[in-house]
């Protein structure tokens, strides 16, 4: 059964970075083969989108977090990475990474093209 671990949260300084990675355990999966999605959610909002990734590499962006956050992933230790730089108070919410259930050139960052979820880490900007 697959399992998507997020990790990497804190508390950190307005203008800080973060990287957090979200790691794929179980089942054989590779995260290489579908879409990944980053998704954050803020007490008392609704779940956002924050960035995705594909199966051929390609990627997107919420308009606010581009310039900011980088997405990338690494086959290798089949991980996908969510850097984040210049951070505000704003971004503030807990994090959950999501995967696709089959191969995907595009992603999108609609709740509902993800089917595993994981548990979501704690990001916390403040002076």
């Known amino acids: 059964q697959l399992q998507l671990v997020e990790s990497g949260g804190g508390l950190v300084q307005p203008g800080g970075s973060l990287r957090l990675s979200c790691a794929a355990s179980?089942?054989?999966?590779?995260?290489?083969?579908?879409?990944i999605g980053w998704f954050r959610q803020a007490p008392g909002k609704e779940r956002e989108g924050v960035s995705c990734?594909?199966?051929?590499?390609?990627?997107n962006y919420a308009d606010s977090v581009k310039g900011r956050f980088t997405i990338s992933r690494d086959s290798a230790k089949n991980t996908v990475y969510l850097q984040m730089n210049s951070l505000k108070p704003d971004d503030t919410a807990v994090y959950f990474c999501?995967?696709?259930?089959?191969?995907?050139?595009?992603?999108?960052?609609?709740?509902?093209?993800?089917?595993?979820w994981g548990q979501g880490t704690q990001v916390t900007v403040s002076s």
């Open positions: 990734i594909s199966s051929v590499g390609s990627t």
């Open positions: 179980g089942s054989g999966f590779t995260l290489a083969s579908t879409a």
């Open positions: 999501a995967a696709a259930s089959e191969w995907r050139s595009r992603c999108t960052l609609t709740e509902f093209s993800y089917a595993n």
